[in-house]
């Protein structure tokens, strides 16, 4: 009996912890409703018949609402399928009649909230698009499953360690608030240069913006025409050299290309007048040259990827207009942009005051890292946010290894002007395309690049989506290969093919929209690397033995360091 008394109190005090804990989450999420309901307010102004509408699908609201607390059976109509295939409320538990009644009654609040942005009009797009945004966050963060006392998964873990989950999720929590970013992985279960970033290498030179690192052969033969990769300085460049089974650069160099990555350096205050120009000549372009001069060789196939991609294509028009286009032998995007005008939601972080923001949050001149990580993760907010509260915090699940969301959470900062620039510049006033933007002093017309480009973008991309991609086949006046690849805007680029996941399409016909390249393409199934090497190599001029310069450290450029470097592990 006194064993039962003992567990009693202790389920009666972690019972009031967890209480606690869901009545300050539920206070913030008040305090959030109550400012959108005043945004709202505010965007509707004195449109009557905006207001009129919003009342007629609250009050559709009400009606449903009331339909599901009144009976449980049967349930509204599509709000029970939705409800069981939502992946947050699979389980036996979720199908008991309370907690089913919960979930169906979030998800008809959920789907009248949703509806009631749509039945808003009289405000501009953009507008619009932030009320959605705004809206569908805040229906995120309500949902049931991230909150202890209306998860039954979690009930059943608070009793099955008497309390300890809890615990161990405060801690976490604690631990991640301290940080400024919410952990996705075990702090140690990946280490740069030993279980990631591991493929052989050497870097061969350094300036005070970028490390050029030269990896190791392993043919005999490599391709006559070498191969450079700018990764995006948003984020670190081994996304592109995980593990080796993962690796771009390993499979790369497997098929016998010789391969070199930039890796850019994480902004300091050294850095705060760092400029787009800076990133195009001083990066790019001394890239390019470095590596002609090494290997002597008169051109190289660059590969931009999502920002870099877009300083690549000005560096292709700036070289154009300089008559010195013949450095590049072929250029290739993964996910980038130029005409930014369906830039995605992206666009909804693009005003004045979020540009006054980021020079408040740089005082030295560069950006922390950590904010751009969580303006990513709040895009999805439901995976990278609230799917790690519920696994991290509430249940207290031990971190999987997985080491894409290790680069995920391994953020780099950024020069703030720069920053600020691009938001500007391209997101809010799309000034590439309408040929006003110029790189030392020469306007840039992307129009004049005439060298061979291939296109990737991802279907379910939610950073540079496939619509804004695709953009890119209307500015080049050269030859052009665009894929849409399966997954997003990380997945659908590092696909190796031994995986054998996703797919892509391709279409050969000259058509001027991606629902006309999509209506005509052909679905292959894999990755598209084969693909796109299968491109490259009639491009590159046959083969060459793998000795003298084509050996890292063996050329003019003597060896630094191993790669991957100290600029990638650099803070």
């Given at each position: 009996?006194?064993?039962d008394?003992?567990l009693?109190?202790?389920?009666?005090?972690?019972?009031g912890?967890?209480?606690?804990?869901q009545q300050?989450?539920?206070?913030?999420?008040?305090s959030?409703a109550?400012?959108?309901?005043?945004?709202?307010?505010?965007?509707?102004?004195?449109?009557?018949?905006?207001?009129?509408e919003?009342l007629?699908?609250?009050t559709?609201?009400?009606?449903?609402?009331?339909?599901?607390?009144q009976s449980?059976?049967?349930?509204?109509?599509g709000?029970?399928?939705k409800a069981?295939?939502?992946?947050?409320?699979?389980?036996?538990?979720?199908?008991?009649?309370?907690?089913?009644?919960?979930?169906?009654?979030?998800?008809?609040?959920?789907d009248?909230?949703l509806?009631g942005?749509?039945?808003?009009?009289?405000?501009?797009?953009k507008?619009?698009e932030?009320?959605?945004?705004l809206?569908?966050?805040?229906?995120?963060?309500?949902s049931?499953?991230n909150?202890a006392?209306?998860?039954?998964?979690?009930?059943?873990?608070?009793?099955?360690?008497?309390?300890?989950?809890?615990i161990?999720?405060?801690?976490r929590?604690?631990?991640?608030?301290g940080?400024?970013?919410?952990?996705?992985?075990?702090?140690?279960?990946?280490?740069?240069?030993?279980?990631?970033?591991?493929t052989p290498?050497?870097?061969?030179?350094?300036?005070?913006?970028?490390?050029?690192?030269?990896?190791?052969?392993?043919t005999?033969?490599?391709?006559?025409t070498?191969l450079?990769?700018?990764?995006?300085?948003?984020?670190?460049?081994?996304i592109?050299?995980?593990?080796?089974?993962?690796?771009?650069?390993?499979?790369?160099?497997?098929?016998?290309?010789?391969v070199f990555?930039v890796?850019w350096?994480?902004?300091?205050?050294?850095?705060?007048?760092?400029?787009?120009?800076?990133?195009?000549?001083?990066?790019?372009?001394?890239?390019?040259?470095?590596?002609?001069?090494l290997?002597?060789?008169?051109?190289?196939?660059?590969?931009g990827?999502?920002?870099a991609g877009?300083a690549?294509?000005?560096?292709?028009?700036?070289?154009?207009?300089?008559?010195?286009?013949?450095?590049?032998?072929?250029?290739?995007?993964?996910?980038?942009?130029v005409?930014?005008?369906?830039a995605g939601d992206l666009?909804?972080?693009?005003?004045?005051?979020?540009?006054?923001?980021?020079?408040?949050?740089?005082?030295?001149?560069?950006?922390?890292?950590?904010y751009?990580?969580?303006?990513f993760?709040?895009?999805r907010?439901r995976?990278?946010?609230?799917n790690?509260?519920?696994?991290?915090y509430?249940?207290?699940?031990?971190?999987k290894?997985f080491d894409?969301?290790?680069?995920n959470?391994d953020?780099?900062?950024?020069?703030?002007?720069?920053?600020?620039?691009y938001?500007?510049?391209f997101?809010?006033?799309?000034k590439?395309?309408?040929?006003?933007?110029?790189?030392?002093?020469?306007?840039?017309?992307?129009?004049?690049?005439q060298?061979?480009?291939?296109?990737?973008?991802?279907?379910?991309?939610?950073?540079?989506?496939?619509?804004?991609v695709?953009?890119?086949?209307?500015?080049?006046?050269?030859?052009?290969?665009?894929v849409?690849?399966?997954?997003g805007?990380?997945?659908?680029?590092?696909?190796?093919?031994?995986?054998?996941?996703?797919?892509?399409?391709?279409?050969?016909?000259?058509?001027?929209?991606?629902?006309d390249?999509?209506?005509g393409?052909?679905e292959?199934?894999?990755?598209w690397?084969?693909?796109?090497?299968?491109?490259?190599?009639?491009?590159?001029g046959?083969?060459?033995?793998a000795?003298?310069?084509?050996?890292?450290g063996?050329?003019?450029?003597?060896?630094?360091?191993?790669?991957?470097?100290?600029?990638?592990?650099?803070?």
């Amino acid at each position: 009996m006194a064993e039962d008394v003992t567990l009693l109190d202790e389920m009666a005090h972690w019972t009031g912890v967890a209480g606690r804990m869901q009545q300050l989450l539920m206070e913030h999420g008040a305090s959030a409703a109550l400012k959108m309901v005043d945004d709202t307010a505010t965007i509707l102004g004195e449109n009557k018949k905006a207001g009129n509408e919003l009342l007629e699908t609250q009050t559709a609201w009400w009606n449903d609402a009331m339909t599901q607390w009144q009976s449980m059976l049967p349930a509204v109509d599509g709000v029970a399928a939705k409800a069981t295939s939502d992946r947050r409320f699979r389980g036996a538990r979720w199908e008991e009649p309370v907690f089913d009644m919960i979930r169906q009654s979030y998800v008809a609040v959920a789907d009248q909230l949703l509806k009631g942005v749509e039945a808003v009009e009289g405000i501009d797009p953009k507008q619009k698009e932030q009320l959605r945004f705004l809206t569908r966050s805040f229906v995120e963060a309500m949902s049931p499953a991230n909150f202890a006392l209306t998860n039954p998964q979690v009930l059943d873990r608070i009793i099955e360690t008497r309390g300890a989950n809890l615990i161990t999720g405060l801690e976490r929590m604690l631990a991640d608030a301290g940080a400024g970013q919410i952990r996705h992985v075990g702090e140690k279960a990946f280490e740069v240069g030993k279980t990631i970033a591991t493929t052989p290498g050497k870097v061969i030179k350094e300036t005070p913006l970028y490390q050029l690192i030269h990896y190791a052969p392993t043919t005999p033969k490599v391709q006559a025409t070498p191969l450079l990769i700018f990764p995006p300085w948003i984020n670190r460049f081994y996304i592109l050299d995980l593990s080796p089974e993962k690796s771009f650069v390993k499979w790369a160099v497997d098929q016998g290309l010789s391969v070199f990555m930039v890796s850019w350096k994480s902004a300091d205050a050294s850095m705060a007048a760092t400029t787009m120009d800076d990133y195009v000549l001083r990066g790019q372009r001394d890239a390019i040259d470095t590596i002609r001069e090494l290997l002597g060789v008169p051109s190289v196939h660059v590969v931009g990827y999502c920002v870099a991609g877009t300083a690549l294509s000005m560096l292709l028009a700036w070289l154009a207009a300089k008559g010195e286009a013949g450095k590049v032998a072929s250029a290739t995007f993964f996910t980038a942009q130029v005409d930014f005008s369906e830039a995605g939601d992206l666009t909804l972080f693009v005003d004045d005051a979020q540009l006054a923001l980021i020079e408040s949050l740089s005082p030295e001149g560069f950006l922390d890292g950590r904010y751009m990580g969580a303006t990513f993760n709040l895009l999805r907010g439901r995976d990278l946010i609230w799917n790690y509260v519920v696994n991290n915090y509430l249940l207290a699940d031990d971190y999987k290894p997985f080491d894409l969301l290790h680069w995920n959470s391994d953020v780099t900062n950024l020069p703030a002007d720069w920053h600020r620039r691009y938001l500007a510049d391209f997101y809010r006033d799309n000034k590439l395309v309408k040929g006003e933007l110029a790189v030392d002093g020469l306007a840039i017309n992307l129009s004049t690049v005439q060298t061979p480009v291939y296109v990737q973008a991802g279907r379910e991309d939610h950073i540079a989506p496939p619509e804004s991609v695709w953009k890119l086949t209307h500015y080049f006046a050269g030859p052009l290969r665009f894929v849409l690849a399966g997954s997003g805007h990380i997945a659908g680029v590092v696909n190796p093919p031994a995986a054998g996941k996703y797919q892509y399409w391709i279409n050969d016909e000259a058509v001027r929209t991606l629902a006309d390249f999509v209506a005509g393409a052909q679905e292959h199934k894999g990755s598209w690397w084969p693909d796109w090497l299968s491109w490259i190599s009639d491009r590159s001029g046959g083969d060459v033995p793998a000795k003298g310069a084509r050996i890292p450290g063996k050329g003019n450029l003597k060896p630094i360091e191993d790669a991957p470097g100290r600029y990638v592990v650099t803070r």
